[in-house]
Nanobody, 128 residues
Framework: QVQLVESGGGSVHAGGSLRLSCAAF????????MGWFRQPPGKEREGVAV???????SYADSVKGRFIISLYNAKKVLYLQMNSLKPEDSAMHYC??????????????????????WGQGTQVAVSS
């Protein structure tokens, strides 16, 4: 059973930066993908960025050029470096794991239903 524990959320002013971390336990080392999702109050959960064990990545258009997803495979830690934060980035952010990996077509969609394990979430608040 995979367990995911997020940390690193907080409150910042617009233009600031945060780095989210997700520690994975019981994590198989190959042929899988991990991602960051976010859910603002009253809205659906959306895929922010996904990375697979073969190095493929996918980003939402709204965060391209500002966020960087990385995976420290040896220690099984997923990161999301968030720069130039905007108020619209405010949301609960979740780490997720897809045991079976993703075809390219699904990777590009970043759909929550393709992920079978979730962390408890960490809040990000960006003030203007």
């Amino acid at each position: 059973q995979v367990q995911l524990v997020e940390s690193g959320g907080g409150s910042v002013h617009a233009g600031g930066s945060l780095r989210l971390s997700c520690a994975a336990f019981g994590y198989p080392a190959t042929n899988n993908c991990m991602g960051w999702f976010r859910q603002p109050p009253g809205k659906e959960r959306e895929g922010v960025a996904v990375i697979c064990s073969d190095g493929r990545t996918s980003y939402a258009d709204s965060v391209k050029g500002r966020f960087i997803i990385s995976l420290y495979n040896a220690k099984k830690v997923l990161y999301l470096q968030m720069n130039s934060l905007k108020p619209e980035d405010s949301a609960m952010h979740y780490c997720a794991f897809s045991r079976d990996g993703l075809l390219l077509s699904r990777l590009l969609l970043r759909m929550p239903e393709d992920f079978d394990h979730w962390g408890q979430g960490t809040q990000v608040a960006v003030s203007s």
